[in-house]
């Protein structure tokens, strides 16, 4: 129970102070300490806070410690990325995270912070109406390494829009149009290598090279790097390979080499 409450609580200083609650446990007498801690030690503290380690939950603890990467702005530089090597290192003698990724504000297209006054704020919603959510997830995604300032406005979603989001889709439209002319089933075919034409042996080279590279490339982390592989990978697809293998698709019947075209081409889209 509470003594010397008042009827309006305040829990801030000096007020706090002369609230005091009996325990009802063993009666005694709870109050503030005196002492008053940064409050992002609680953050930085969260690596076993979250478990209420070391009081209990040591195997989840030690299940989830350290931490595979974190992620948060770089303004977290002298506040929970601090605080969370500090705590971890003084108490554990090691990292609390094995990758830091930092991400760069968000900024208007001139390069000033966007604010409210200024006017130069963007409602995201405007964004995901209008491009849509893959879009605005393929621009950050691609534009700049995420530590970096991004300069934001929507002109550069648009172009991420029609270049690669719009080359995508036509590039399967494509493939669906003639499948769905031919009633063709991929489940009913496979590719035969034997027969493959240095076409089909480029793009699928390519695509392998692709895989290896972006597979390595978020094994480290590196979000811009394999993003901008993808890119040029769908260039090549839809500019190289779609375009010059057009006759194939338009040949009459199913042969073989109309087989291999269509395989080819929806393993790699």
């Not at 760069?104 to 959510?133: E, T």
């Not at 995604?141 to 036509?170: C, H, I």
């Amino acid at each position: 129970m509470a003594v010397n409450m008042p009827d309006t609580l305040e829990l801030h200083k000096p007020y706090v102070d002369n609230v005091f609650i009996k325990c009802a446990e063993c009666g005694g007498e709870m109050k503030r300490v005196p002492e008053v801690i940064d409050c992002w030690f609680d953050s930085g503290a969260m690596p076993f806070a979250q478990w209420h380690y070391p009081f209990e939950n040591e195997d989840i603890f030690k299940e989830h410690f350290p931490a595979n990467f974190i992620s948060e702005a770089v303004d977290q530089t002298r506040g929970w990325f601090y605080t969370l090597m500090a705590i971890s290192t003084l108490i554990f003698d090691r990292s609390p995270f094995e990758n830091c990724i930092v991400l760069g504000h968000v900024q208007d297209k001139d390069g000033q912070k966007m604010s409210k006054h200024k006017g130069n704020v963007i409602d995201p919603w405007d964004i995901l109406n209008k491009q849509g959510a893959d879009a605005l997830r393929w621009y950050f995604y691609s534009s700049s390494a995420p530590w970096l300032p991004n300069r934001f406005s929507d002109e550069p979603v648009d172009e991420t829009q029609r270049k690669f989001m719009g080359t995508l889709w036509n590039t399967y439209a494509f493939y669906i149009l003639y499948a769905n002319i031919d009633s063709f089933d991929p489940t009913k075919h496979t590719l035969n290598y034997d027969d493959l034409k240095p076409m089909d042996r480029w793009v699928l080279s390519k695509l392998n090279t692709l895989v290896d590279f972006v597979g390595d490339c978020l094994e480290n982390y590196k979000l811009t790097e394999s993003s901008r592989a993808i890119e040029d990978f769908l260039d090549d697809l839809s500019n190289w390979y779609v375009r010059r293998s057009r006759e194939r698709f338009w040949a009459p019947g199913l042969e073989s080499d109309k087989i291999n075209a269509y395989m080819t081409l929806i393993y790699c889209a």
